[in-house]
């Protein structure tokens, strides 16, 4: 059974940084593509930004340059820094594997992290 947990959440004021892991247990996230997606109050999820396997990147519009995806698969784990944050960027942010293309999730999500922007 994966099991994939969020952390790093939290209220932070505009133009500050957070960085949110996603740690998985019971199976490796090595060879898979991981993405991250958010869900704001009242809006649809969306797809934030994906890690391929052999860690090429993807990121929605509108994130890129400010948030980045990294991976240390030796801790089973899968980062997404967020810089420059901005009120819009207010969301529970999860995690989610086995990405299929760019941003296609598959069935594995974590239970999500709350991202509070202040400004």
């Known amino acids: 059974q994966v099991q994939l947990v969020e952390s790093g959440g939290g209220l932070v004021q505009a133009g500050r940084s957070l960085k949110l892991s996603c740690t998985a247990s019971?199976?490796?996230?090595?060879?898979?593509?991981v993405g991250w997606f958010r869900q704001a109050p009242g809006k649809e999820r969306e797809f934030v930004g994906s890690i391929m396997w052999y860690t090429t990147t993807y990121y929605a519009d509108s994130v890129k340059g400010r948030f980045t995806i990294s991976r240390d698969n030796a801790k089973n784990t899968v980062y997404l820094q967020m810089n420059s944050l901005k009120p819009e960027d207010t969301a529970v942010y999860y995690c989610?594997?086995?990405?299929?293309?760019?941003?296609?999730?598959?069935?594995?999500w974590g239970q999500g992290t709350q991202v509070t922007v202040s400004s």
């Open positions: 019971g199976r490796t996230l090595s060879g898979y593509n």
């Open positions: 989610n594997y086995p990405i299929s293309g760019r941003s296609s999730p598959g069935p594995y």
